[in-house]
């Protein structure tokens, strides 16, 4: 894990996993554009920055319907 947190680029496994979610989830967010996501050549890759930013402007507290 102390390689992922060097990265300034990442593939989508890896980007998923340090915001903590399963790949179906991250491609729904890049698919919405919540994750913008830039190239390698033709390789799709996030940047630290973009998913720092992601992160950061998540809610502080549990939103949604009460039980």
């Known amino acids: 894990m102390s390689v992922l947190a060097e990265s ?5 496994v890896d980007a998923a996993r340090l915001l903590a ?5 991250f491609d729904d967010l890049r698919a919405s554009g919540e994750i913008p996501t830039r ?7 996030f940047h ?16 949604g319907r009460a039980s």
């Open 48 to 63: 630290i920055d973009d998913l720092r930013a992601y992160a950061a402007a998540l809610p502080t507290a549990k939103t």
């Open 21 to 25: 979610i399963s790949p179906r989830k």
């Open 39 to 45: 190239y390698q050549g033709s390789k799709p890759v």
């Open 8 to 12: 300034l680029l990442y593939d989508r």
